[in-house]
Nanobody, 116 residues
Framework: QVQLVESGGGLVQPGGSLRISCAVSGSTSTLYTMSWHRQAPGKERELVAR????????NYAASVKGRFTVSRDNAKNTVYLQMNSLKPDDTAEYYC?????????WGQGTQVTVSS
């Protein structure tokens, strides 16, 4: 059973940076398309960034492109989301997802709050 555990969320001021992590257990992250999603109160969950299993190509939502970077550390079986130039609109619960033909898995989420 694949398990995903997010960490690293917290309170940050506008313009600041934060890196959140998704630790993968029960399988190897390189077998999955790994993605970060977020959900703000009263809004639908949206895709933020994605890293593909082959070649590690990345995709980003227009709202975060140029500010966020998704990466993976294969040795640690961990996926990261580096978030720079944070805005209040980035405030949300951030979720990690692993998807392949074998299954679709979600973590429990980590809260990111951008506020002065």
């Amino acid at each position: 059973q694949v398990q995903l555990v997010e960490s690293g969320g917290g309170l940050v001021q506008p313009g600041g940076s934060l890196r959140i992590s998704c630790a993968v257990s029960g399988s190897t992250s390189t077998l999955y398309t790994m993605s970060w999603h977020r959900q703000a109160p009263g809004k639908e969950r949206e895709l933020v960034a994605r890293i593909l299993p082959i070649g590690s190509a990345t995709n980003y939502a227009a709202s975060v492109k140029g500010r966020f970077t998704v990466s993976r550390d294969n040795a640690k079986n961990t996926v990261y989301l580096q978030m720079n130039s944070l805005k209040p609109d980035d405030t949300a619960e951030y979720y990690c997802n692993a998807r392949s033909v074998a299954g679709d898995y979600w973590g429990q989420g980590t809260q990111v709050t951008v506020s002065s």
